[in-house]
């Protein structure tokens, strides 16, 4: 069961973008620019898009263009060929999501997740550093207590004690209290997100305390952003 709610060495920082400022969608003109920025990161042209979704070249030209009466069952269907969904949800009070450039610990869940769901483990890594750059930079208690409200579960019970533990273990440091979804048991097995049999000893002697009497082993680097 997850403890959440239920609901790298020297490379380069994520390129995709899950802050919440940059994917707000309030207009034709917004749902454009994801669409079309979504699609360039997959390395996609329009046509290639349109055919996976099964919607006319044009049609999505006029989309990305910030066209007003895109019918939204073809909408939909771009969407969820890009991997993106379309809700609506209220920004946290006294937090205006729209204006927010950094990530709150449940962005971060909901980015573990969406990478692990493409298998992509080591982008999943670089969005937790991520995370971590952020919680560093905050200093308003209203930020603070954004960043810190309990997250939805990554899909993994592994990762979500990442996430808590990595979360306490930047809490301890700043030497403010750690929200009590933090406090998580140990795995039941080890585990090494990132394995590799020869730096087994190595990883071992890296990995932050706070890690490994949770049975992760997690070389401390992993976890700042290059």
């Known amino acids: 069961m997850s403890p959440f709610g239920d609901t790298l060495y020297g490379r380069p920082?994520?390129?995709?973008?899950?802050?919440?400022?940059?994917?707000?969608?309030?207009d034709p003109g917004d749902l454009g620019a994801a669409v079309r920025a979504a699609r360039r990161a997959r390395g996609w042209t329009q046509a290639e898009l349109a055919a996976r979704a099964r919607v006319g070249r044009q049609w999505l030209v006029s989309l990305e263009r910030g066209h007003?009466?895109?019918?939204?069952?073809?909408?939909l269907a771009v969407l969820r060929e890009l991997g993106l969904e379309l809700g609506a949800t209220a920004?946290?009070?006294?937090?205006?999501?729209?204006?927010?450039?950094?990530?709150?610990?449940?962005?971060t869940a909901r980015a573990i997740r969406d990478e692990l769901a493409r298998k992509d483990e080591?982008?999943?890594?670089?969005?937790?550093?991520?995370?971590?750059?952020?919680?560093?930079a905050l200093i308003a208690p209203p930020d603070l207590d954004a960043f810190l409200a309990r997250p939805p579960s990554t899909g993994d019970i592994r990762w979500d004690t990442l996430l808590a533990t990595t979360v306490s273990r930047e809490c301890r440091l700043r030497q403010i209290p750690a929200p009590d979804w933090t406090e998580v048991p140990a795995l039941?097995?080890?585990?090494?997100p990132i394995p590799d049999a020869l730096l087994v000893a190595r990883t071992m002697q890296r990995t932050p305390i706070e890690l490994s009497i949770h049975g992760i082993w997690l070389d401390g680097r992993a976890l700042e952003s290059a």
């Open 13 to 26: 920082m994520a390129s995709r973008d899950y802050l919440p400022g940059a994917n707000a969608v309030r």
């Open 68 to 75: 007003e009466r895109a019918e939204l069952g073809l909408v």
């Open 91 to 107: 920004g946290a009070a006294g937090i205006d999501d729209a204006r927010r450039t950094w990530m709150t610990a449940a962005d």
């Open 122 to 136: 080591d982008f999943a890594l670089r969005m937790l550093a991520r995370c971590v750059a952020d919680f560093r």
């Open 188 to 192: 039941p097995s080890w585990w090494f």
